[in-house]
């Protein structure tokens, strides 16, 4: 399939469920395949929620009590909240894209995570992608998979294939939030490990700020 080279668009869904966010995502996938639908970066928050992903294992969740759904992305227990902005990029990477080759996960996966520690440097958080190399586009990616400020984890990143293009995505740690990753070993870490934007900066930032400039970075990294 050629891709439409060099065409991102954008969409804002605020705060939506997330059952509901996954299946217009699936929906997505498949317009993207068949050409009626550019590549899309969706832009949104979930009321709390832990996801289970592929990788989940007896012991990620140690007394959560809220709503619980098993996900075809790579990863373990993740947390979704409305303190974090997530991002799904329903993208393919079938044929060549950037400076990358074709059907390459792992790159996709670190340009992804470049894409986000550039924007928390335009906001002055210096941060680091650690990506993984995947053997397949079904591999699962290391728990440190994500980015991190030193040894805090600020965004969690996990991504599902179909048709070679991508879904799932990143949630990034915007506000402080007591409440979240209770009851959850996120990404099989102590909770004790995420930390936010506002936790680094002091303050919460300006979201619409940060998407603008989310914008810009994903259009210079993903495409």
Same mark, same amino acid.
């Given at each position: 399939?050629?891709?439409?080279?060099?065409?991102?668009?954008?969409?804002?869904?605020?705060?939506?469920?997330?059952?509901?966010?996954?299946?217009?995502?699936?929906?997505?996938?498949?317009?993207?395949?068949?050409?009626?639908?550019?590549?899309?970066?969706?832009?949104?928050?979930?009321?709390?929620?832990?996801?289970?992903?592929?990788?989940?294992?007896?012991?990620?969740?140690?007394?959560?009590?809220?709503?619980?759904?098993?996900?075809?992305?790579?990863?373990?227990?993740?947390?979704?909240? $409305?303190?974090?902005?997530?991002?799904? $990029?329903?993208?393919?990477?079938?044929?060549?894209?950037?400076?990358?080759? $074709?059907?390459?996960?792992?790159?996709?996966?670190?340009?992804?995570?470049?894409?986000?520690?550039?924007?928390?440097?335009?906001?002055?958080?210096?941060?680091?992608?650690?990506?993984?190399?995947?053997?397949?586009?079904?591999?699962?990616?290391?728990?440190?998979?994500?980015?991190?400020?030193?040894?805090?984890?600020?965004?969690?990143?996990?991504?599902?294939?179909?048709?070679?293009?991508?879904?799932?995505?990143?949630?990034?740690?915007?506000?402080?939030?007591?409440?979240?990753?209770?009851?959850?070993?996120?990404?099989?870490?102590? $909770?004790?490990?995420?930390?936010?934007?506002?936790?680094?900066?002091?303050?919460?930032?300006?979201?619409?700020?940060?998407?603008?400039?989310?914008?810009?970075?994903?259009?210079?990294?993903?495409?």
């Amino acid at each position: 399939m050629k891709q439409l080279n060099n065409i991102l668009k954008f969409e804002d869904w605020g705060l939506v469920k997330y059952s509901e966010a996954l299946q217009k995502q699936e929906l997505y996938v498949e317009e993207v395949k068949s050409q009626t639908r550019t590549s899309t970066v969706i832009f949104c928050s979930h009321p709390p929620i832990v996801t289970l992903g592929r990788s989940t294992q007896e012991g990620d969740l140690c007394g959560w009590t809220g709503e619980i759904l098993n996900v075809n992305r790579g990863g373990r227990a993740t947390y979704h909240g $409305p303190s974090q902005l997530v991002i799904y $990029p329903i993208i393919s990477i079938k044929g060549t894209r950037n400076n990358s080759g $074709p059907q390459d996960v792992g790159a996709f996966l670190r340009d992804f995570e470049s894409a986000i520690v550039k924007v928390l440097k335009d906001i002055n958080i210096n941060s680091t992608g650690k990506s993984y190399q995947p053997k397949s586009q079904n591999s699962d990616p290391s728990p440190e998979t994500g980015v991190w400020v030193g040894d805090k984890k600020i965004a969690s990143l996990g991504l599902a294939i179909r048709h070679w293009i991508t879904y799932h995505g990143a949630a990034i740690n915007v506000e402080y939030d007591n409440k979240a990753f209770i009851g959850l070993k996120p990404c099989g870490f102590d $909770p004790s490990v995420m930390t936010s934007i506002e936790e680094q900066l002091g303050a919460p930032p300006d979201r619409l700020f940060l998407k603008d400039r989310l914008m810009i970075r994903l259009k210079e990294e993903l495409l």
